[in-house]
């Protein structure tokens, strides 16, 4: 069975950093792209960044951009966001995502239950 | 404003067959997945690809596009099928993906 367990959600001020961290088990984590992904209070989902198996290729939202960055390890399976200058605007639920495909696909068939993030003074 | 358009809500009554739509330029290019999301539960993977549902999901449910447009559709809708539904695909650039602003589904 396919476990993505986020952690590393906080209160934290804006302008602060953070680090979240997805612990994958279940599947062979170096054979697949992985997302992360965030909704905020009462709103939408929001794809914030992708990584392909081999960590060549790496995608974010132009919301994120320059301030998020997203990496794996493969030999620890496990999959991290680094988020620096945080906004208020990202106080948000994270998810982690696997993808169907070793390249960054919109199929995702397995979620975490999610780390919140809130951004405020 | 978004690049992929979707109604923010629709109902249908029990029984009923409903379609949710998903407008944006890059559904030319691209296939759309879909996503159903009920209170409190992690979104799960309902279509993808040209019309391919991942195992569990019920045939009742299923997946097309037309020029700019892919759309979702529901025969013999059940209660259990009122949630809220998310379309993602390519943006308009190709190289990041976004998401559709969802669909609330109300069934009566």
């Known amino acids: 069975e396919v476990q993505l367990v986020e952690s590393g959600g906080d209160l934290v001020q804006p302008g602060r950093s953070l680090r979240l961290s997805c612990a994958a088990s279940?599947?062979?984590?170096?054979?697949?792209?992985m997302h992360w992904v965030r909704q905020g209070p009462g709103k939408g989902l929001e794809w914030v960044a992708g990584?392909?198996?081999?960590?060549?290729?790496?995608g974010y939202a132009v919301s994120v951009e320059g301030r998020f960055t997203i990496s794996r390890d493969n030999a620890e399976n496990s999959l991290y966001l680094q988020m620096n200058s945080l906004r208020p605007e990202d106080t948000a639920l994270y998810y982690c995502?696997?993808?169907?495909?070793?390249?960054?696909?919109?199929?995702?068939?397995?979620w975490g239950q999610g780390t919140l993030v809130t951004v405020s003074s | 404003s978004s690049e992929l358009t979707q109604d923010p809500a629709v109902s249908v009554a029990l029984g009923q067959t409903v379609r949710i739509t998903c407008q944006g330029d890059?559904?030319?290019?691209?296939?759309a997945s879909w996503y159903q999301q009920k209170p409190r539960q992690a979104p799960v993977l309902v279509i993808y690809?040209?019309?391919k549902r991942p195992s569990g999901i019920p045939d009742r449910i299923s997946g097309s596009s037309s020029g700019n447009a892919a759309s979702l559709t529901i025969t013999e809708t059940q209660a259990e099928d009122e949630a809220d539904y998310y379309c993602?695909?390519?943006?308009?650039?190709?190289?990041?993906?976004?998401f559709g602003g969802g669909t609330k589904l109300t069934v009566l």
């Open positions: 995502v696997k993808d169907m495909s070793q390249q960054e696909g919109s199929s995702w068939p397995s």
């Open positions: 279940g599947f062979t984590f170096e054979d697949y792209a």
């Open positions: 990584i392909s198996w081999n960590s060549g290729s790496l």
């Open positions: 890059s559904l030319r290019t691209y296939y």
């Open positions: 690809g040209a019309n």
């Open positions: 993602i695909s390519r943006g308009s650039s190709g190289n990041h993906l976004v």
